[in-house]
């Protein structure tokens, strides 16, 4: 016989608890799609999936070997990591951003998205805080504001926020998902109007490094903020420029006091960068040769993959930058998703990043190369 009484509020988490952390949250705008692959793995060719994202291209060998040297490891790492690690992304940011930074002003992190969904938590945001984003961006933003109870904010420009009560302001550039490039002159007014409202302005830069028909800048480089990085950070990320998605591989840098002071929130919570991994980061940030080559690969189905979209009746916007080809045929995104998936090619509606691309469909090029062309030759047929 059950011994449950009924009278009893239901265990945390469980339906009909007075507070469950997922009611705060949209829809995980990923399980939308799923009727939608299984449209196109029914295809005779086969699934071409251009949604996520997700690099498919080996780990460099320099940074496999490096892991592999560090997996006798028993010991626990530091969440700071040790000096090596900091000075190579220090080493880096100078070397490939133009920024003047030291070893004490950087820190790892388990993955870029999971610094981005917990910073307002570990800056101490809550109600009565807004989390300011980009009005077309990373559905993440959102998310990490409605976990702390703060107010999530979307903008087209800063000046139209109110000022007295944005607390994090994020900057995304290159842009997921449009690929937009923002100029030194934009990101200067950003950072002068985050200064000015004493709003902490952390700029997203994980696809920096892949610029194709802009040159991207970081917010920390001097020509942006005046060699000052106080009440600025910026967030990197591996997993693109070198096929480290399975590592969770990134890191943030900037304003030291914000550095430290996220140091000593994160050490309570054991957010731990594996050691192989911190030292298959060192390997990755010392070898600029595996990047190049994956920018080739990358900027070759691009252009297969643009050529084969316009020519089908599609235009491209922006897209000057990271891993993606922002495309409309301007009509609703989820007809567009549905055409597609009848040819077996699966891509992500626009709407996942905001009710501003609803007539957008984001296309990633991150498939191999035989993919890219099945999914091109079926554009060419279809037409």
Known sequence: MSTTNSTRAPFPGHPGAARRVSDLLPVFPWDKLEPYKSTALAHPGGLCDFSVGTPVDPVPEVIQKALAAATDTPGYPTVWGPLELREAIAGWLHRRLGAEIGPQAVLPTVGSKELVAWLPTQLGLGPGDQVAYPRLAYPTY????????????????????????????????????????????????????????????????????????????????????????????????????????GYRASFVAGDPVVVRELLEVRKHGGMIVPAPVQAATVAALGDDAHVAEQRERYAARRAVLRSALEAYGFRIEHSEASLYLWATQDRPCWETV????????????????????????RVAFTATDERVEAAAERLRAAR
């Open 142 to 245: 959102e998310v990490g504001a409605r976990l702390c109870g703060a107010e999530p904010v979307a903008y087209d420009s800063v000046d139209e926020l109110d000022g007295s009560r944005v607390r994090l302001l994020w900057v995304n550039s290159p842009s997921n998902p449009t690929g937009r490039v923002l100029g030194a002159d934009e990101l200067r007014r950003a950072v002068a109007w985050a200064r000015e409202h004493r709003a902490l302005l952390v700029s997203d830069e994980c696809y920096l490094e892949l610029g194709w028909e802009a040159e991207p800048v970081s917010v920390l480089h001097p020509e942006v903020c005046g060699g000052d990085h106080e009440g600025l950070l910026a967030v990197h990320s591996l997993s693109k420029r070198s096929n480290l998605a």
């Open 338 to 361: 549905a055409e597609l998936a009848g040819l077996g090619i699966l891509v992500a509606p626009g709407d996942f990043y905001g009710p501003a691309g609803d007539r957008f469909v």
